[in-house]
Every structure is written in C-alpha cells, then in structure tokens.
C-alpha cells in the first residue's frame, strides 16, 4: 500500500521555464510533508517542506503547494536551471516518531 | 560537524556473510533513523532511534537485522546471514525537531 505516490517518474523542462512536481498521498494522518533532492550516489538533501496546517510555503526559488482536501501537494521551481537536475522525492510525517514515508521520486531534467 | 556520516561507501560480500555499517550522526541530533533504498524506489524507512532507545521497527527489519546506538551516539546496522534480496542502499538520517539530514549511503551489493 503506497501512502505516498509520485505519478510522474520522468518530467523535462527548458532552462528558465516553471518546473511543477506533483505529488498525491492517502494516509489523511500526515501532518508534515517535504520534498528532497537527490543526485546519483549520495543521499537526499532536504529542499522545503510545510505544515499540514498552511497552504503555501516559498523559499527562493522554490515553492510547495499543499492542497489538503484533494490530499495532493506540489513543488514549484522557477526559473529552473540545469543544476537543478537530479531525483525529487516527496516525502510525509506524522505521529512521535516522525519517520518519512517517500514517494518513489520523479527525474527532473532542465535542458539547457 | 560536516553532516551525517556513514562507511563504508560500498559493501560487496558474498551470500551468507555478515555485515555491519556504521552511522555517525550530527553530534546534537537526538533522533536517529535507517532507510533502504532499491532501484527506482523511494527509501523506506527501517528503524527510529531516540537517543539510545530503538522505538520503531519497520516490518521490513527481519530478524537477521540488528540495530544499535550505544550511549546515544553512532549507530550500527548489521544484516546476518545476507540474501541477494538484501542488495540496496542503506541510508542513515538524524534529526533534531525539524528536518532530517542524510547521509551518503552505504551500497551493498550481495553477489
């Protein structure tokens, strides 16, 4: 049972246009979510996050969507640049232990 | 503290060996956590340490996994016995009350 699905494995995107990363989960018990950066053979950076309790959180070029009823969230990068890059997880919390819950990432490709 | 730190990078052993990893976390982090990660997945989360009590194990932690954090500092994870099954990445993260940072990896490789 996948609590945390990212649909789009692959998503390419032209230097300096808006990359959007969807993300969708099931488990209504999430009160945190996050989206990570990783690049082959290291391991996820942590890029933004929000609270279940807000809507929208921005940080520079990055922006997360949250959208509780529809139970969907999504990244924003604009502009996007080549170094951008790499494997977006999406990524949920809840109860004591806080342990994440991934989706299965999506390869973001800028072309430059 | 330059981040979460884990070794070796890479682990090849042969079926039925076996292994133990090791994770040195970021010194004031007090939670510390062990993901796996296969090909074309997402991690998965394996185990939750809160100093140096295990307070969550995921159904995935067979009983030829052990993990341990003595005195509340690194961690060690060992696999008995490895399966082929067993190859993945295993990654290390510590928190404190926000975010948790990773480590590089360890690749294990069962041939």
């Known amino acids: 049972d996948q609590q945390v699905k990212q649909n789009s494995p692959s998503l390419s995107v032209q230097e300096g246009r808006i990359s959007i990363l969807n993300c969708d989960y099931t488990?209504?018990?999430?009160?945190?979510f996050l989206w990570y950066k990783k690049y082959p053979a290291e391991g996820p950076t942590f890029l933004i996050s929000?609270?279940?309790?807000?809507d929208k959180n921005e940080d520079g070029r990055f922006t997360v969507f949250l959208n509780k009823s529809a139970k969907h969230l999504s990244l924003h990068i604009v502009p996007s640049q080549p170094g951008d890059s790499a494997v977006y997880f999406c990524?949920?919390?809840?109860?004591?232990?806080?342990?994440?819950?991934f989706g299965s990432g999506t390869q973001l490709t800028v072309l430059p | 503290d330059t981040g979460v730190s884990q070794n070796p990078r890479h682990k090849i052993t042969k079926r039925g060996q076996n292994v133990t990893f090791r994770c040195d976390p970021i010194?004031?982090?007090?939670?510390l956590y062990w993901y796996r990660q296969t090909l074309g997945q997402g991690p998965e989360f394996l185990t939750y340490?809160?100093?140096?009590?295990?307070?969550?194990k995921s159904r995935l932690l067979s009983d030829r996994f052990s993990a341990e954090r003595p005195k509340g500092s690194f961690s060690t994870l060992e696999i008995q016995r490895t399966e082929q099954g067993d190859s993945a990445m295993y990654l290390c993260?510590?928190?404190?009350?926000?975010?948790?940072?990773f480590g590089q990896g360890t690749r294990l490789t069962v041939v």
């Open positions: 340490f809160q100093n140096e009590a295990q307070l969550e």
């Open positions: 488990n209504s018990m999430f009160d945190y």
């Open positions: 993260a510590s928190s404190g009350n926000t975010e948790a940072f």
């Open positions: 990524a949920a919390q809840w109860g004591s232990a806080r342990q994440l819950t």
């Open positions: 010194s004031e982090h007090n939670r």
């Open positions: 929000i609270s279940s309790i807000k």
